[in-house]
């Protein structure tokens, strides 16, 4: 089967730096996806990562450690409308669907 | 625009009653997915399609069904509507089966089942 964690809640404040971890158990794995989510609305696709390290797209980075089963995102100068929940994902197997995590709540506070 | 939409955003139904929710995508895309989401689960697979005539269960695909009779539509019935399927549904698509490019997720269906 197929497990992750991360963390329910995180709090930061405007212009400071977070970084959201998630770990994952996987009896397959291909790589590690990160979406946004906003007040219930759509996932949006923000990361994935299939080789180890760092991986930069303007203020968020993401990385991943395949051999510790590890991976994190980093979101940077952070703003108001970053907070939202933040899941992490993971593909693997011989069918290469998407299982999530439970997601983490980043508020960001002025 | 390319974009990819459910119906109807919300709905009631009675217990026991059968139900659709309608995912239509205009992106072409040859996978799309459905999944639930509840309060400390996060989003939970439901049922699947690589491509037309093509479905598969996922995670937690117990009371519901799904068809892909063209590229566009992946509908998902639930046959005998239960209380415990409350819940926000969303359906999403994508392009390969590597889910490098991400998903594409709709809008979502907040069901509610009384």
């Known amino acids: 089967g197929q497990s992750l964690e991360q963390p329910s809640e995180v709090t930061a404040v405007e212009g400071a730096i977070v970084q959201i971890n998630c770990t994952y158990q996987?009896?397959?794995?291909?790589?590690l996806s990160w979406y946004q989510q906003h007040d219930g609305g759509a996932p949006t696709f923000l990361s994935y990562?299939?080789?180890?390290g760092l991986e930069e797209t303007g203020r968020f980075s993401s990385f991943l450690s395949r051999s510790d089963s590890y991976g994190y995102l980093l979101l940077q100068e952070l703003q108001m409308k970053d907070s939202a929940s933040y899941f992490c994902a993971v593909d693997g197997g011989a069918t290469n669907k998407l299982i999530f995590g439970t997601g983490t709540l980043l508020a960001v506070q002025p | 625009d390319a974009e990819i939409t459910q119906s109807p955003r919300h709905k009631i139904t009675e217990t026991g009653r059968q139900v659709t929710l309608a995912c239509h995508q205009t992106?072409?895309?040859?996978?799309m997915f459905w999944y639930r989401q509840d309060l400390g689960h996060g989003l939970r697979l439901i049922h699947y399609s690589y491509g037309v005539h093509d479905t598969n269960k996922g995670e937690v695909s117990d009371g519901y069904s799904v068809s892909r009779s063209n590229t566009e539509d992946l509908p998902l019935t639930l046959e005998s509507a239960a209380s415990s399927q409350t819940s926000v549904y969303f359906c999403a698509s994508s392009d390969l089966k590597v889910p490098a490019d991400g998903y594409t997720f709709g809008s979502g269906t907040r069901l509610t089942v009384v």
């Open positions: 996987t009896s397959g794995f291909y790589g």
């Open positions: 992106w072409n895309h040859n996978n």
């Open positions: 990562n299939a080789l180890d």
